[in-house]
């Protein structure tokens, strides 16, 4: 059985946004210093929803889903709190859904991407 989408698909724009998300990479990582790394699209939710296909920032996979070859130790030290071990800490470390989506909103435009 498919999953039902609490959301629409994303319209051509909302495609384009989530593509220009995957090339800036995780956005955590780079204000971390980490550099580049591989972005999957992370949807905020208000009360455990999806908002929308815009309230959308790109994390890797251990800041979206705990996923790393490190130890989950060793790669919280590296990368901060993962987002899959709990939203406290994550949003204490990394901030709120609004200041998370102005902060990827930011770097669209200064990446060059004028309708962010
Ligand atoms: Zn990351």
Redesign the pocket.
């Known amino acids: 059985m498919p999953l039902q989408r609490a959301i629409p698909r994303p319209t051509q724009a909302q495609q384009r946004r989530q593509d220009n998300i995957r090339e800036l990479g995780?956005l955590?990582?780079m204000s971390?210093g980490?550099g580049w790394?591989a972005?999957e699209i992370h949807h905020l939710t208000d009360c455990g929803r999806t908002i929308s296909q815009d309230h959308t920032i790109g994390?890797?996979q251990?800041?979206h889903r705990g996923v790393s070859h490190y130890s989950r130790e060793q790669a919280t030290r590296i990368?901060g709190p993962s987002l899959a071990h709990g939203a406290k800490p994550f949003r204490a470390r990394f901030g709120t859904n609004d200041e998370l989506l102005q902060q990827q909103n930011t770097a669209l435009r200064m990446a060059g991407y004028a309708d962010h």
């Open positions: 995780c955590l990582c971390e980490i790394v972005a994390l890797c251990f800041h990368y």
